[in-house]
């Protein structure tokens, strides 16, 4: 239980980090391309359902769900855990930008 909480508390301090990163690289560059890639999840669901409130939940949420699924694992369960959230978080910013870019 007290891995589950601290991986939650790691995931919501990485997302707060991370979306004021994100705003300010997306003012810098005036693209959307820095929230893409750091959130892909919401970003697709932004493009297909375009529901402002889905996209915000899960964009709230997905670090949390990343650290959640890497830091409960033990040994090389804990890499094989990464390996699956570094590909499958890829794939989603492969698939974000190339249906932004058209």
Do not use: E
Not at 15 to 21: D, M, R, S, W
Not at 34 to 57: E, R
């Amino acid at each position: 239980m007290k891995r589950m909480l601290v991986a939650t508390a790691i995931g919501i301090l990485v997302t707060v980090v991370l979306f004021f990163a994100t705003g300010f690289a997306t003012g810098a560059c005036h693209c959307v391309t820095p929230t893409i890639v750091i959130f892909p999840f919401s970003a697709l669901l932004l493009a297909s359902l375009d529901s402002q409130a889905t996209s915000a939940a899960v964009l709230f949420l997905q670090f949390p769900i990343y650290a959640i699924t890497i830091g409960m694992p033990q040994g090389w369960k804990r890499l094989w855990a990464a390996v699956a959230v570094l590909t499958s978080h890829t794939i989603a910013v492969l698939v974000a930008l190339n249906l932004h870019n058209r």
